[in-house]
């Protein structure tokens, strides 16, 4: 018979490495056995007659009304950096004297003025433009493209393009 063991003084009343390995063997194998997830493989129709399921976030909307509210929210956010720059420039001329004040008044407009003569300019160039025709022939169209080169050398040179007959 083999000789009895004697717990040592710090493993006196805990229990040994065995039990606490079986249990922890015990508590996996518990859950292990319960399932966690279930996962339907019955395939769905392409088209049902379930109604639709209102989703979170945004209520649905219209493809225009979609349209306007995206515009609102990005005009809305580009006047964050223009009013920043308002504000800037506002505190910056606070500080200035009435020179200055008025120089910084001034200049939107004096802005402003080439700005709209440019786009009058504009506007009167489409006007003049001429306008677009079509071609349309019926038969054989033939397109000659012949191109020509030469040397052109001295002080009083001249050319003459002649292409060949």
Same mark, same amino acid.
């Given at each position: ?87 800037? #420039? ?22 402003? #003025? ?52």
């Amino acid at each position: 018979m083999p000789d009895p063991k004697q717990p040592l003084a710090d493993q006196a009343g805990r229990p040994s490495i065995d039990d606490q390995a079986q249990r922890l063997i015990a508590a996996v194998n518990d859950a292990m056995a319960t399932p966690t997830r279930y996962r339907d493989e019955t395939p769905v129709p392409t088209v049902g007659s379930a109604l639709p399921v209102p989703q979170p976030g945004r209520t649905p909307m219209s493809q225009r009304a979609t349209d306007a509210s995206v515009m609102m929210l990005s005009a809305g956010a580009a006047s964050v950096p223009i009013g920043g720059m308002t504000a800037l #420039v506002i505190y910056a001329l606070g500080h200035a004297n009435p020179v200055s004040l008025a120089i910084g008044a001034g200049a939107p407009a004096a802005l402003a #003025v080439p700005i709209l003569a440019l786009s009058a300019l504009v506007k009167r160039a489409k006007k003049a433009a001429p306008d677009v025709h079509q071609h349309i022939y019926q038969g054989t169209v033939v397109q000659d493209q012949r191109t020509v080169t030469n040397t052109t050398r001295g002080v009083w040179a001249s050319t003459r393009n002649q292409l060949p007959k």
